[in-house]
């Protein structure tokens, strides 16, 4: 019965986390503009791997 309530506290948990980093598309311009240099940096690096 524990195993079964700590995986799904477990599983709640991942969902939760994975919809947070998650990308919505839409973006304020109240941040600073190193965070899309930085994705821009990370795409090329991706890009590069594969």
């Known amino acids: ?3 079964k309530v700590l995986a ?9 986390s ?3 980093c998650g990308s919505t598309g839409s973006s304020s311009d109240s ?3 190193a965070a899309p240099e930085a994705q821009q ?3 090329k690096k991706a890009s590069r791997t594969l």
């Open 41 to 43: 940096r990370q795409r």
């Open 31 to 33: 941040g600073s503009s």
């Open 18 to 20: 994975m919809a947070a």
């Open 8 to 16: 799904g506290i477990l599983a709640a948990t991942m969902a939760f």
């Open 1 to 3: 019965m524990k195993k």
